[in-house]
């Protein structure tokens, strides 16, 4: 038996939490792996934190305000002293009483503080790890959600893969988070699997489903990019040598210009630097390829014009 057989002689796993894990796992390119982010438990968890290290700091400003009105040189010296600050909060007398009960109290206050602005940090830096991350790609998410819920078979009565509060996994795309997204995003990568995503679907080797591949629509866009780069390129020099007119010359500079732009602008997810950069240097090749023929054009028109 070849390996493929012994793969589709694998039963499918159960529907729920089995089904969804391994529909996840199977995904070759791993852009299926989204989850819920809880944007809004994670925002009131961070509050919740915050208003317990503001309680906890109100209560250190009350021992320090208090150790100001002390004259204790014990209380000084803990001030200034870890060591001694730690040998006086657990110092303890013959009969296991604490001796200096304030300085274990801060000491305890101390602790808490160390430890909830701990959490608290991890949180912020999580979060914020979270919120900076890119979205998950908009086919992807319809894809998962149509699966999930079993929109596309044709039995009378679809159920979602996770019953419960869970069933609504997929519903708020805002609050998705994918671990791993296409490396090329872009607009042109997002109009073909919009609307040719047919092409490139694969069947897994379960036989059971499908996805679409990463790889092959890469691809696709690279080779597609670089014939609409050569198109733009070569057409531009080409035509420009059949005008003579100066007028119609730089009409048709700036169409090319603008041609340009517009498809780095919509068919790519250039920056506005880069963005500026590119159509500057189109703009100036162009400019530079025609100059002597600009100014010959120039100079004939003129002289008619002294005739």
């Known amino acids: 038996m070849l390996p493929g057989d012994i793969e589709r002689a694998r039963p499918n796993p159960i529907n729920g939490f089995p089904r969804l894990a391994s529909k996840i796992a199977s ?5 299926t ?8 438990l994670s925002a009131r968890n ?4 915050e208003a317990e290290i503001a309680e906890l700091e109100t ?12 004259a204790d040189s014990t209380t000084i010296s803990c001030h200034s002293d870890w060591r001694k600050f730690q040998r006086c909060a657990g110092e303890q007398d013959a009969h296991g009483e604490f001796v200096h009960l304030r300085q274990k109290e801060k000491m305890e206050l101390a602790l808490r503080i160390k430890h909830k602005l701990k959490e608290y940090h ?6 914020k790890t979270l919120l900076n991350s890119k979205p998950p790609a908009s086919t992807t998410v319809r894809a998962m959600r149509n699966w999930f819920l079993d929109t596309t078979s044709d039995k009378v009565e679809s159920r979602p893969q ?3 509060s869970s069933a609504k996994k997929y519903d708020d795309v805002h609050d998705l988070v994918a671990l ?5 995003q872009d607009r042109l990568s997002e109009f073909i699997l919009n609307y040719f995503s047919y092409f490139f679907k694969a069947t897994r080797q379960d036989g059971q489903s499908a996805y679409i591949s990463e790889r092959s629509v890469a691809k696709f866009v690279a080779i597609l990019s670089s014939i609409l780069s050569a198109i733009l390129l070569f057409g531009s020099i080409t035509s420009l040598y059949f005008v003579h007119n100066p007028y119609a010359l730089l009409g048709m500079l700036g169409g090319w210009t603008v041609l340009f732009a517009t498809c780095v602008g919509w068919l790519t997810n250039a920056k506005r630097g880069p963005d500026f950069r590119s159509n500057g240097g189109i703009c100036s090749g162009l400019g ?3 100059q002597w023929d600009f100014g010959w054009c120039l100079s004939c028109s003129y002289g008619h014009g002294n005739l």
Do not use: M
């Not at 792996?33 to 809004?40: M, P």
């Not at 991890?122 to 979060?127: K, P, Q, S």
């Open 59 to 70: 209560l250190q400003n009350q021992h320090d305000e208090a150790d100001l009105k002390s």
């Open 180 to 184: 791993r997204v296409p490396a090329d």
């Open 46 to 49: 961070l509050l919740y934190l």
């Open 122 to 127: 991890e949180a912020l830096a999580v979060h």
């Open 27 to 31: 995904d070759p390119d791993k852009t």
């Open 162 to 164: 996770l019953w419960g």
């Open 33 to 40: 792996t989204i989850y819920r982010r809880f944007d809004k």
């Open 288 to 290: 530079c390829v025609h």
